[in-house]
């Protein structure tokens, strides 16, 4: 299946790292994301489905009990894309800021890129 740029965009952010139960998130990264697909943030860059469900697994365990929320519209032309985010607790959902940037390649991610604020 392929989707939109604005769709990957808004299910990766709230349909993966959004995702606490890992056999719906693990799902949703065989739906939207290619197999070897790459992950880059702060920490490193993570390559293939398993390895972004790791950094994905291990950005939850150590900020329980926060939520990612979108912060404006997603922004996309010829198959790249960009969302602003807020990572935070119900209190304060933009303790965290940033910019996803998605590459997608056949109607799935590709590459996606973090940029913290």
Do not use: C
């Not at 693990?26 to 950094?55: C, S, T, Y």
């Not at 985010?85 to 109607?107: F, I, L, Q």
């Amino acid at each position: 299946m392929h989707f939109t740029v604005n769709e990957l965009l808004k299910r990766n952010l709230l349909g993966i790292f959004g995702e606490r139960d890992a056999a719906a998130r693990m799902a949703e990264l065989k739906a939207i994301w290619q197999p070897d697909g790459v992950f880059v943030d702060p920490d490193g860059r993570h390559v293939g489905i398993n390895a972004i469900d790791q950094r994905v697994a291990q950005l939850q365990t150590r900020f329980p009990g926060f939520d990612f929320v979108e912060r404006g519209d997603v922004q996309a032309m010829h198959g790249v894309g960009r969302v602003a985010w807020g990572y935070g607790p119900e209190d304060n959902p933009s303790a965290v800021t940033g910019v996803d940037v998605a590459v997608s390649r056949n109607g799935k991610i590709q590459e996606l890129y973090v940029f913290l604020d």
